[in-house]
């Protein structure tokens, strides 16, 4: 089936330490999206890539980190320096130009040690 | 840049009865307008949308309708059932610049059987 996979779907991180988020999509769309969802927050733009070796910051980008080396994948950093990093975190994909529809992953629930 | 703006922040109905978001955006160069459904403990899912160029659109149970001399735009949900309870975001998206969604902070709507 085609879809957006996120993993793990709980991660735990300790003071000071990097962690990863995986968003693999296998629906051949060129844009990828991260989110951040906290209560009563809505949904934050973390990053966004509109094509492969490129991506642009979103409005909360500071202590985080991506890459998109490949089409199917947009791994996500948190990094030391976010000091808030407890949220839950949505993927998102689309087939980007003028398709504005997003599909979403099923998230990934971060939360400190 | 874009601001959306949705009220109630929580929605409590009876079931079979009538449900209304209602969201404002500020930016008039903004054309489309999706809506979202995200049940516990899963991602955001598209369930109907709307193009500036439309006043209403009808999906079975739902519909959206919009203003745009006023920019506001609404869900409706007839006949609730215990299924339709999720939090709902509405969104706008300005075609043309960078396709990326604005969201609004969304709605808690809970349905009582």
């Known amino acids: 089936d085609g879809g957006i996979t996120q993993s793990p779907k709980y991660l735990f991180r300790k003071e000071g330490q990097n962690v990863t988020l995986s968003c693999e999509q296998n629906?051949?769309?060129?844009?990828m999206y991260w989110y951040r969802q906290d209560p009563g927050q809505g949904l934050r733009l973390i990053y966004y890539s509109q094509i492969v070796n490129d991506f642009q910051k979103g409005d909360i980008a500071e202590g985080y980190s991506v890459s998109r080396e490949k089409k199917e994948s947009f791994p996500l950093t948190v990094t030391s320096a976010q000091k808030n990093p407890t949220a839950f975190y949505l993927c998102?994909?689309?087939?980007?130009?003028?398709?504005?529809?997003?599909?979403f992953g099923s998230g990934t629930q971060l939360s400190v040690l | 840049g874009e601001n959306v703006e949705q009220h109630p922040s929580t929605l409590s109905v009876q079931e079979g009865d009538s449900a209304v978001i209602k969201c404002t955006y500020s930016d008039s160069a903004s054309n489309y307008f999706p809506w979202y459904k995200q049940e516990l403990g899963k991602g955001p899912q598209l369930i109907i949308d709307?193009?500036?160029?439309?006043g209403e659109k009808k999906d079975q149970r739902i519909a959206v309708t919009l203003n745009k001399t006023a920019k506001h735009f609404s869900l409706h949900i007839t006949e609730t059932q215990p299924e339709d309870s999720a939090v709902y975001f509405c969104a706008a998206v300005r075609s043309g610049g960078s396709y990326i969604p604005t969201f609004g902070r969304g709605t808690s709507l809970i349905v009582h059987p």
């Open positions: 998102a994909s689309s087939s980007g130009g003028t398709n504005e529809k997003l599909f």
């Open positions: 709307i193009r500036s160029n439309v």
């Open positions: 629906l051949n769309h060129d844009a």
